[in-house]
């Protein structure tokens, strides 16, 4: 009955849970993953604070601007997925460099999903924002999205600022492994040349 239901389900979604629970497999092999989490939602809490307290100063210009800069912001990560694990040199890697090279762009790639996720979710907040702004009788509920509102933007910042340095661990391990095979090549041909000499 189950796998009836499932096979009903659009393949998008069916496409959807089995790359999630790829990525859960491959998280669960992280040691502390769980204690990360839970620390990477320190920013949140710092901006839920913040946004809670400074409500009042917020205005509709405020809100829009934050609306426009996440759905650009979205748009760019978008785009960096596509593009990551497409690395000149990652064809050179052995075995056991294939395989740590692998698990660097799953979890980077979860980290994008993560960061994507938070830009969404800080349009919504924002959207909210507006709607609770415009509508006096919702209007006690304005310092709550706030808080929302500004902890995912405290959050989406945070990652933001940390992608570049994922990224750049990406390449440079990519580019270290390109070296090592260049050096082995070279020792090769050297060696070669020895033994040539030597009959």
């Given at each position: 009955m189950r796998n009836k239901f499932y096979s009903m389900l659009p393949d998008e979604f069916l496409s959807a849970c089995k790359a999630k629970s790829d990525i859960e497999n491959h998280l669960g092999k992280i040691d502390y993953y769980n204690l990360k989490v839970i620390v990477s939602f320190i920013p949140f809490l710092v901006g839920a604070g913040l946004g809670y307290f400074l409500n009042e100063f917020l205005s509709p210009n405020a809100a829009l601007a934050i609306l426009t800069v996440s759905g650009v912001l979205a748009g760019f990560v978008v785009t960096m997925m596509l593009f990551t694990g497409k690395v000149d040199g990652a064809q050179s890697l052995n075995l056991e460099q294939a395989v740590d090279y692998r698990r660097k762009v799953v979890y980077l790639l979860w980290s994008q999903i993560t960061s994507l996720g938070c830009y969404l979710l800080t349009i919504v907040?924002?959207?909210?924002?507006?709607?609770?702004?415009?509508?006096?009788?919702l209007s006690s509920g304005l310092p709550f999205i706030s808080a929302v509102m500004i902890g995912f933007v405290s959050v989406s910042l945070a990652r933001t600022f940390l992608l570049p340095y994922q990224i750049f661990e990406l390449h440079n391990f990519s580019l270290n492994s390109l070296v090592e095979k260049k050096k082995s090549e070279e020792s090769y041909k050297v060696k070669k040349i020895r033994e040539d000499l030597l009959k």
């Open positions: 907040a924002s959207i909210l924002w507006l709607a609770f702004k415009e509508i006096e009788s």
